[in-house]
T-cell receptor, first 117, second 112 residues
Framework: GAVVSQHPSRVICKSGTSVKIECRSL??????MFWYRQFPKQSLMLMAT?????????EQGVEKDKFLINHASLTLSTLTVTSAHPEDSSFYIC?????????????FGEGSRLTVL | GENVEQHPSTLSVQEGDSAVIKCTYS??????FPWYKQELGKRPQLIID?????GEKKDQRIAVTLNKTAKHFSLHITETQPEDSAVYFC???????????FGSGTQLTVLP
């Protein structure tokens, strides 16, 4: 089946630094990927839709200059948390939709737990 | 946009009993309704999905029902086992939307 790999799985950084999280579709092409944020015991909140070759679409209330998304190829999207602060600590998960199969199914990455000190 | 509500937030059942989780959605154009299982600290895994042209779908111990008129859909797990313990999320995707809107999740605990 389709596999989405997310890296790193855990990252600890100092306040003020930037962190990049990668999301790769390993065996399929994904024109569209999604980035979510999940707080403990809460649901997945969509942050933005990543579009290959064009700008990401951000959800209301998500700062696009804070959460930079780049989708430079059909298999890779990156989320960069810029000037991270402790309140950015969270579980970030990506998902991808297979471009050439219209099943509707989303495949999720393993998630990245960010801790900002 | 779409709004998905999920109940209950927590559910405890005895091993072997059935569990039912219910969701309602707001967008009558929604046409795809997946259910995900998420274990602690892990990625959500699709367990079953249903489309708006079908009223019920079953896969072994798991079934999903959809009532388009009432705009609600339910997950049914029969003969529950301890390994079914996890958080379950419903979701809906409507019309021209590409993204899924998730419910708030249900923490299912199956007691041995």
């Amino acid at each position: 089946g389709a596999v989405v790999s997310q890296h790193p799985s855990r990252v600890i950084c100092k306040s003020g630094t930037s962190v990049k999280i990668e999301c790769r579709s390993l065996d399929f092409q994904a024109t569209t990927m999604f980035w979510y944020r999940q707080f403990p015991k809460q649901s997945l909140m969509l942050m933005a839709t990543s579009n290959e070759g064009s700008k990401a679409t951000y959800e209301q209330g998500v700062e696009k200059d804070k959460f930079l998304i780049n989708h430079a190829s059909l298999t890779l999207s990156t989320l960069t948390v810029t000037s991270a602060h402790p309140e950015d600590s969270s579980f970030y998960i990506c998902s991808a939709k297979e471009t050439y199969r219209n099943t509707g199914e989303l495949f999720f990455g393993e998630g990245s737990r960010l801790t900002v000190l | 946009g779409e709004n998905v509500e999920q109940h209950p937030s927590t559910l405890s059942v005895q091993e072997g009993d059935s569990a039912v989780i219910k969701c309602t959605y707001s967008d009558s154009a929604s046409n795809y309704f997946p259910w995900y299982k998420q274990e602690l600290g892990k990625r959500p895994q699709l367990i079953i999905d249903i489309r708006s042209n079908v009223g019920e779908k079953k896969d072994q111990r798991i079934a999903v029902t959809l009532n388009k008129t009432a705009k609600h859909f339910s997950l049914h797990i029969t003969e529950t086992q301890p390994e079914d313990s996890a958080v379950y999320f419903c979701a809906a995707r409507g019309g021209s939307a590409r993204q899924l809107t998730f419910g708030s999740g249900t923490q299912l605990t199956v007691l041995p």
